[in-house]
Every structure is written in structure tokens, then in C-alpha cells.
């Protein structure tokens, strides 16, 4: 009998202490409702299992209401997470470069496919030079993702002037997310022949227009990645050692 009341009492105890144990995914909803949004196409979901998305965008601070910048979209793989967590009271813009759309005038060609559109009509599509990147409104986060490279391969690029217009569209405490490939200290022209970026010349360059460096998100990080082959030798981009760097206007 004794023995038996002792497996009642351990039993209670474990019972309790389920109920009592912290959630297991502290991450606001909006961020789950955005991943699971019917809307996103196949392709976009193909993605999620190396791009990590749920963690990725907590980290980013992002919260409905907010206007936020999709630098360099690509195909609009977050331009369209993004429209989702902010809600019909937020704005993304989706801004490209003038001197890459000039490259690849295709290039946005499905993010203007559902920008404006039902189930995204808070996304803008805008167009403007790299250097003189004038919103409509000062926002409260500009992303780019896998492109800060990118623009140090713009002919005469101006990278302290960039990431100064970066820093005057964003409102007083506002965020500038960094994710790309990294790169080893001191590669030769690693972001033309390999596509990668040393983290260190990041964040003097964004440090130097006066934001403040407020940490590092490790969650793409691939110790298996040696940064000596360019993004596509020998694996797809979502598999390189990624780094994710979040800097903030002082206000």
C-alpha cells in the first residue's frame, strides 16, 4: 500500500512539473503565422529547412505594425515573411538597387508578381540608386540577405555613402539586419570570385556610418564550410557558413 501511494505522489509530481515547464517555442506567434501562411509558394517552403526561418526572423525584432526594408529581395522569399508579421498595419518595401536592376532588369519580376496584391498588399516595390536610397517614410528595419556583398561589386560603389543612407532612412533605434556568406580574414577579392564577405570588414564599414554593432545570430553558422570555395562549388547557397549581424541606430 505504502509503495503504491509513493508511485501516486511521483506520478503527481511529474504531472506537475510538466504543466509548470516553460514553453517550448518562445517565439511570437506572428512569426509561426508568417511561415505558415498558405499563400508562400512551394518553392519558398523547399527552403525553409536550410534557411531557418523561424529563429532567423525572432532574432530580427520584427513586429506587426512595423516598415520594414527588404534590400536586394531576390525572388521574395522574405519580402513575403515579412508582409505577414506586420500586418495590415505595417509596410515592407522591397527595395533594389537602380545600378542592379540596370544589370538584371528581370530580377524583380516575381516580387512585382504579388507585391500590392491580395494577401501582400503592404509591399512596395521601389527602385533607387544604391547611394541615395530615399524611402518614402523612415522605417524601423532594413534587411538585406546574401547581397551586402553584392554591393561592394558595384562599379565606383561608394560603401561608406551606402550604408550612411541605409542609416538616414532608418528612424532613431532602428535596425539594420546583415546575412551573407562568410568569408576568411583577408581573401583576395572574396566578394567578386567567391561571393563571400569577411564579418569583420562588415561590421567597420556599417560601424563607420555611425551605427552600433549590438550582436550575432549563429544559427546558419556550418563549421564544415571552410570559406575557400565560392557559394555554389559543391553546395547550394543555403548550405555555406552563414553569419547574421544586427546593428541599431543610437537614439
Excluded at 505577414?84 to 544589370?103: F, H, T
Excluded at 536610397?133 to 565606383?156: A, C, F, G, M, R
Excluded at 545570430?217 to 559543391?234: C, E, F, M, Y
Amino acid at each position: 500500500m505504502k509503495r503504491a501511494c509513493l508511485i501516486v505522489v511521483s506520478a503527481l509530481l511529474t504531472v506537475s512539473a510538466a504543466v509548470a515547464a516553460p514553453p517550448t517555442h518562445p517565439l511570437p506567434s506572428f512569426v509561426g503565422l508568417a511561415i505558415a501562411d498558405k499563400n508562400r509558394p512551394e518553392e519558398d517552403r523547399a527552403l525553409d529547412a536550410q534557411r531557418n526561418p523561424a529563429v532567423v526572423l525572432g532574432y530580427t525584432g520584427i513586429k506587426p505594425g512595423d516598415i520594414v526594408v527588404d534590400l536586394m529581395p531576390g525572388k521574395g522569399y522574405y519580402t513575403r515573411l515579412f508582409s505577414r508579421m506586420v500586418g495590415s498595419k505595417g509596410k515592407v518595401y522591397a527595395l533594389q538597387p537602380a545600378e542592379m536592376d540596370k544589370i538584371a532588369p528581370k530580377g524583380l519580376e516575381s516580387v512585382r508578381s504579388f507585391a500590392g496584391k491580395e494577401g501582400y498588399a503592404n509591399v512596395t516595390v521601389l527602385v533607387e540608386p544604391v547611394n541615395e536610397l530615399k524611402l518614402p517614410e523612415p522605417v524601423d528595419v532594413i534587411w538585406t540577405s546574401q547581397n551586402y556583398h553584392d554591393v561592394k561589386n558595384i562599379p565606383n560603389i561608394d560603401m561608406l555613402a551606402f550604408d550612411k543612407s541605409v542609416y538616414d532612412a532608418l528612424k532613431p533605434g532602428g535596425v539594420f539586419i546583415v546575412l551573407d556568406h562568410r568569408a576568411n580574414p583577408d581573401t583576395v577579392n572574396a566578394t567578386s570570385t567567391l561571393h563571400r564577405i569577411d564579418p569583420a570588414v562588415v561590421k567597420k564599414e556599417v560601424e563607420a556610418a555611425g551605427f552600433k554593432y549590438e550582436g550575432e545570430s549563429t544559427v546558419l553558422k556550418n563549421p564544415a564550410d571552410d570559406h575557400t570555395k565560392g557559394i555554389r562549388d559543391g553546395f547550394t547557397q543555403g548550405q555555406t557558413d552563414q553569419f547574421v549581424y544586427k546593428f541599431r541606430k543610437p537614439k
